[in-house]
C-alpha cells in the first residue's frame, strides 16, 4: 500500500482545522524573579528540590523578564532555591505539585551584605542524572569526566548504555539505537558511528536524553529508544563565548580544543562554534580460531594484531536567528564535521592443521587512511498564532551531505611456505544526500488536553564505488571478485497524531504515526537489484496513575521499526586482515519490534520498571566463515529470525550526606534470539546485567568531585558469549576566576579492567578474542568563559532529518 502525498496534504489541511498540540508530560511549575525595588532579574540560577530530603531535581535560569519554569515534573513536595551574584541566597516554603499547572508567588531576593571582592561559593550546580517522566537526562558539561573525552567515551558510561567492541551502542542491554545530534539523525551504526562519535569532543556537548519509549512525534525507528546528543548553545545578551583546551596521556596522547562565539542583540542571534580533535589511539586485537568439517576438527589460527590510529577531526557549527515579530522565529544553521584517520595495524598470523603442526606463517602490514567530511544546513521556523502560545507551527527543511574516501594498503609477506609478498590496494569513494522536510502543528486544547500533529518527508540517494587491485611482483590486476558499485534511493513519507489529556490523577497520551517507504537498490557489478515498497502504522500508549503522594504508575506501550543502514546493505568490502574483511549485506529486512514497560515511582526518586519487547527478524553483527573458505571469516550482519526481551531496571539514587549524592542504576535483562546461520540452528538467551554507579562531592571553595564505576556481567548476544568487564572513573573540577574558569582533571578506567574477551561458535567455525583499547587516559582541561553574563532564552529548535542520518552508515 502507498502512502500518497495526496492523503498527507488532507493530513495537514485536518491537524490545521483541528487543535493540536506538544504532549504533556507533567504539571508546569513557573514563576518570577525579583529584586527589592520591584525589578526583574535575569539569569538567576532556580533549583528545584524535593522537599524530602533536599535533593535537586532541575535547575534552570530566569530569562530576561526574571520568569522561569520547570515541566514534566512528578506529582509530590518541592521547595525551590534562587541565588544570584550580589544578591543572599533564596528559598521558599515546601509547596506541593499536583497534575494541574502552578504558579509561585514572586521569589524576591535581597542584595548581599557580603564585600563583593570575596569569592562567592554559593552555587547550584545541575545533578548529572536527572530523571524525567519520559527519559534520563545526563548533564555532561558539568562533569569533570567529560574533560577531553569524546561523546562516544561519556556514552560508554551513561547509566544502561553499553558500547561493544564493534562500536555498536545498547540501551538498556538492546540494540538498535536511534542517535539523534541537536534532533538530527545521525546516518550511521555501528564502526562508522563510532567514528564519526570519536571525532566529538564531549566539551561541545551540554547534555545528552536517553529516551527508553518515545511517543509518536519520533520517527520510528529505534527499537531500543533514542539517545539525543544536544550541544552548547548560549544565550546570554550581548557578546560572549568560551574558550576550552585539554591534554590527555594513556598509551599515547589526545588533544582537544573549542572555541564558541554568541552576539545576541534585540531581534538578531549569531552564533558559532569550532572544535579541534587529535587523538591518537592504541587498539590490540588477539585472535584463535578454530575449523571444522563435518563435525571433525581440520586446522586452527592464531592472529595477533597492533594497532596504532591517529583521529583527527574538525566540527564546527554556524548560525542564525532573527524575530521577525513577537511570534515569528526564522532561523538558518549550517554544521559540519570533517574527520580523518590514518591507521598502522601489523599482523601476524599461524596457521595449524588438525595435529597442531605448523602450516603457514605470514605478516601483513595494514595502513589505512579514512576521511569523512560531512555538511548540513538547515532552514526553521516557528509561530505562534496567539500571544498565548496556546497554538503553534514549527517547520524545518533539511540538506545534509556525507562523504566516504577510504584508502587502504594490506601487504603481506609470507615466510612459510616461502613466496612472494603481495599487496591488495583498495578504493572507496562514497556520497550520500539527505533532503527532508518537517512540519508540525500542536495547540494546547485546555489545561489538562492536547492534541499534536504533523508530517516529514524524506528523499536519501546513496552512491558507493570501490576498486580493488591486487600486486605482485611489480605486475598490479584489477580484482573483480572484490571491487564492487552500490547504488541506493529511499524515499518516506510519514505522518503522525498524538493526543494527551489528564482526567483527576490519570495522565493518557495515545499516539499512532504512519510511515510510508520506498526503497532501490542496485548492484552494479552483476546487475543485482532489489525493491521494496511498505506502510506500517505504529501505535504508542503512555498511561501514568498517581496512586498516592508517594506513589506513581505509569504502562507504556509502542512499535517501532529499524531500517538496515544504507551501509549495512553496501556490498563493499573492507580487509581488516588477509583473512578478515568487512561487508555489507543487500538481503537484509527491516527489524521490527513491540514494546511493553510498567513502571513504578517512589517518593517521585526511587524508580522501578519492567520490559518486554518483541523483535521480528533482529539484525544482528555476525562474524562467520567466508563464502571464499581457505580459513578466511567475513564480518556482516544478517537477520534472525525472533528475539524476545526482558528487562528490570531499579534506579536508587541516595544521598547519605549533604556533600555527597549517590546516584545508582541496575539493568538486569534475559535475551533470547532464534534463528540460523551458516548451518547453526540458535535458540538460547542468557540472564546478564549492567550496573552504573556515580558519586557526586562537594568538596567547597568551588572544588567538586565525580566517581563513577560500572559493571557488565557475561552477556550472551545473538552467536557472541562475551565475558564480563568494568570501569572505574575519576573526575575533579574547581571553578574559578569569579566562575568564568573551570578546571577539570580526570583519570578514566582507574583500573584498565575493560577489555573485551569474547567467543562465538558455529557448527562448523569457532572464535575467542581478545581486545583491548587505550582507555587508561589521565587528562588536565580548563575553560574560560568570556562575555555578558546576562541571559536570554534562547528559542533555537532542532531539525527534521534525524531519521535519516543515522543510516547513512554502517559498520
Not at 566540527?315 to 511570534?327: I, P, Q
Not at 508540525?440 to 576498486?467: P, T
Request: hydrophobic share 35%; charged share 20%; aromatic share 10%.
Amino acid at each position: 500500500m502507498r502512502f500518497s502525498l495526496r492523503f498527507c496534504l488532507l493530513f495537514v489541511v485536518f491537524l490545521a482545522g483541528h487543535r493540536s498540540v506538544h504532549a504533556k508530560n507533567g504539571p508546569i511549575v513557573s514563576g518570577i524573579v525579583r529584586a527589592v525595588e520591584g525589578t526583574t532579574i535575569e539569569f538567576a540560577t532556580i533549583a528545584i528540590h524535593r522537599a524530602a530530603d533536599s535533593v535537586v531535581v532541575k535547575t534552570e535560569f530566569s530569562d530576561a523578564s526574571g520568569a522561569f519554569r520547570f515541566e514534566q515534573l512528578p506529582v509530590g513536595q518541592y521547595f525551590i532555591s534562587a541565588s544570584q551574584v550580589g544578591f543572599d541566597r533564596v528559598q521558599t516554603p515546601p509547596f506541593s505539585v499536583s497534575a494541574s499547572d502552578q504558579k509561585l508567588p514572586a521569589i524576591v531576593l535581597k542584595p548581599s551584605s557580603k564585600t563583593q571582592l570575596k569569592e562567592v561559593t554559593v552555587q547550584a550546580r545541575k545533578p548529572l542524572f536527572e530523571r524525567e517522566v519520559d527519559r534520563i537526562v545526563v548533564n555532561v558539561d558539568g562533569s569533570p569526566l567529560s574533560a577531553g573525552a569524546t561523546s562516544l567515551e561519556v556514552l560508554s558510561r551513561s547509566p544502561g548504555v553499553t558500547v561493544d567492541q564493534n562500536d555498536n551502542l545498547a540501551l538498556r542491554g538492546k540494540q538498535g539505537v536511534l542517535v539523534l545530534i541537536d534532533g538530527k539523525r545521525v546516518p550511521m551504526t555501528g564502526a562508522e558511528l563510532g567514528e564519526m562519535l570519536r571525532g566529538l569532543p564531549a566539551n561541545a556537548i551540554d547534555k545528552i536524553e536517553l529516551i527508553t519509549n518515545p511517543p509518536a512525534k519520533y520517527d520510528a525507528a529505534g527499537s531500543a529508544g533514542i539517545i539525543a546528543i544536544k550541544l552548547k548553545k548560549d544565550s546570554r545578551q550581548g557578546t560572549n563565548g568560551s574558550i576550552t583546551g585539554s591534554y590527555g596521556y594513556g598509551r599515547y596522547y589526545k588533544l582537544t580544543s573549542g572555541l564558541s562565539l554568541n552576539y545576541r542583540h534585540k531581534k538578531l542571534n549569531i552564533f558559532g562554534n569550532y572544535n579541534y580533535s587529535d587523538r591518537n589511539v592504541f587498539t590490540q586485537l588477539t585472535l584463535h580460531r578454530r575449523f571444522y568439517q563435518n563435525q571433525q576438527f581440520i586446522g586452527s589460527s592464531d592472529q595477533e594484531n597492533l594497532g596504532r590510529t591517529n583521529y583527527v577531526s574538525n566540527t564546527y557549527r554556524a548560525g542564525v536567528d532573527y524575530s521577525l515579530n513577537k511570534r515569528t522565529l526564522l532561523g538558518a544553521v549550517v554544521s559540519g564535521l570533517a574527520m580523518d584517520a590514518e591507521a598502522r595495524i601489523p599482523n601476524v598470523t599461524q596457521t595449524f592443521d588438525e595435529q597442531g603442526k605448523l602450516q603457514s606463517s605470514y605478516q601483513s602490514a595494514n595502513r589505512r587512511n579514512l576521511s569523512m567530511p560531512n555538511v548540513a544546513a538547515n532552514v526553521n521556523l516557528k509561530h505562534s498564532f496567539d500571544s498565548t502560545g496556546k497554538r503553534e507551527l514549527t517547520a524545518d527543511v533539511d540538506f545534509a551531505h556525507y562523504e566516504t574516501h577510504r584508502r587502504q594498503n594490506l601487504e603481506t609477506s609470507f615466510t612459510l611456505p616461502l613466496r612472494p609478498s603481495t599487496t591488495l590496494a583498495g578504493d572507496l569513494n562514497g556520497g550520500l544526500n539527505i533532503r527532508s522536510f518537517k512540519a508540525d502543528y500542536v495547540h494546547k486544547l485546555s489545561d489538562k488536553a492536547r492534541l499534536e500533529g504533523g508530517i516529514k518527508f524524506s528523499w536519501v540517494n546513496s552512491d558507493n564505488d570501490v576498486l580493488f587491485t591486487n600486486i605482485s611482483e611489480g605486475q598490479s590486476v584489477l580484482d573483480t571478485g572484490k571491487s564492487n558499485h552500490f547504488q541506493y534511493d529511499e524515499k518516506i513519507n510519514a505522518a503522525y497524531l498524538n493526543v494527551s489529556k489528564t482526567i483527576n490523577k490519570t495522565s493518557l497520551q495515545a499516539g499512532l504515526r504512519a510511515e510510508q517507504t520506498d526503497v532501490k537498490g542496485l548492484q552494479v557489478i552483476g546487475n543485482a537489484s532489489f525493491e521494496r515498497y511498505y506502510f506500517q502504522l505504529f501505535p504508542s500508549v503512555f498511561i501514568k496513575q498517581t496512586l498516592s503522594k508517594t506513589h506513581d504508575l505509569g504502562v507504556s506501550l509502542s512499535r517501532r521499526i529499524d531500517r538496515p543502514t544504507y551501509n549495512q546493505l553496501n556490498p563493499f568490502r573492507a580487509y581488516i586482515d588477509a583473512t578478515t574483511y568487512f561487508t555489507g549485506n543487500p538481503s537484509l529486512f527491516p527489524q521490527t519490534s513491540y514494546n511493553f514497560e510498567l513502571t513504578h515511582t517512589f517518593k517521585q526518586k526511587f524508580i522501578t520498571s519492567v520490559s518486554y519487547s518483541r523483535t521480528d527478524q533482529p539484525i544482528i553483527d555476525v562474524v562467520q566463515p567466508a563464502p571464499e573458505g581457505n580459513r578466511q571469516a567475513v564480518s556482516t550482519f544478517q537477520n534472525l529470525t525472533r528475539s524476545d526481551y526482558y528487562g528490570f531496571t531499579l534506579t536508587l539514587p541516595v544521598q547519605p550526606a549533604s556533600w555527597w549524592t549517590l546516584d545508582n542504576n541496575l539493568v538486569a535483562y534475559y535475551q533470547r534470539f532464534v534463528g540460523e546461520l551458516a548451518g547453526t540452528s540458535l535458540n538460547s538467551g542468557r540472564p546478564a546485567f549492567t550496573l552504573n554507579s556515580t558519586s557526586t562531592f562537594t568538596l567547597g571553595r568551588g572544588w567538586t568531585a565525580d566517581l563513577t564505576g560500572n559493571y557488565q556481567s557475561r552477556q550472551l548476544y545473538g552467536f557472541l558469549d562475551i565475558r564480563p568487564l568494568g570501569q572505574l572513573n575519576l573526575g575533579l573540577q574547581k571553578t574559578m576566576w569569579a566562575k568564568k574558569g573551570t578546571l577539570k582533571l580526570n583519570v578514566t578506567d582507574v583500573l584498565y579492567t575493560s577489555p573485551v574477551n569474547a567467543t562465538s561458535a558455529y557448527a562448523n567455525y569457532a572464535e575467542q578474542f581478545y581486545q583491548r583499547q587505550d582507555t587508561r587516559i589521565a587528562t588536565a582541561s580548563l575553560t574560560y568563559r568570556f562575555g555578558n553574563d546576562t541571559l536570554s532564552p534562547s528559542r533555537r529548535r532542532d531539525g527534521g532529518a534525524e531519521d535519516e542520518k543515522r543510516r547513512a552508515g554502517g559498520a
